[in-house]
Nanobody
Framework: QVQLVESGGGSVQAGGSLRLSCAAS????????VGWYRQFPGKQRELVAR???????NYADSVKGRFTISRDNAKNTVYLQMNGLKPEDTAVYYC????????WGQGTQVTVSS
């Protein structure tokens, strides 16, 4: 069983930065691929960034060069560093771990004002 808790969301002005954290319980977390997703009102969740292993990463085109996903296995945590934030990044951000089941956190709100 894996439980995920996101934190680090908040309100920033355009051009600012935030770092989201996804803290997990469960020793297998370090072995699982983890993705950060976001959901706009009335829309389906979309993949923002994903990490498999320690350094195999991929990003949505809309965030390439601005967002960085990383993990610290000693802390059982995956991070999403978000720089150069834009108003269109405003959404609820979720982390997801892909194991025997798909594990989701509760989400954290990110609001970027112009």
């Amino acid at each position: 069983q894996v439980q995920l808790v996101e934190s680090g969301g908040g309100s920033v002005q355009a051009g600012g930065s935030l770092r989201l954290s996804c803290a997990a319980s469960g020793r297998i977390f370090s072995l699982l691929p983890v993705g950060w997703y976001r959901q706009f009102p009335g829309k389906q969740r979309e993949l923002v960034a994903r990490i498999q292993g320690s350094s195999n990463t991929n990003y949505a085109d809309s965030v390439k060069g601005r967002f960085t996903i990383s993990r610290d296995n000693a802390k059982n945590t995956v991070y999403l560093q978000m720089n150069g934030l834009k108003p269109e990044d405003t959404a609820v951000y979720y982390c997801n771990a892909e194991g025997q089941y798909s594990y989701w956190g509760q989400g954290t709100q990110v609001t970027v004002s112009s």
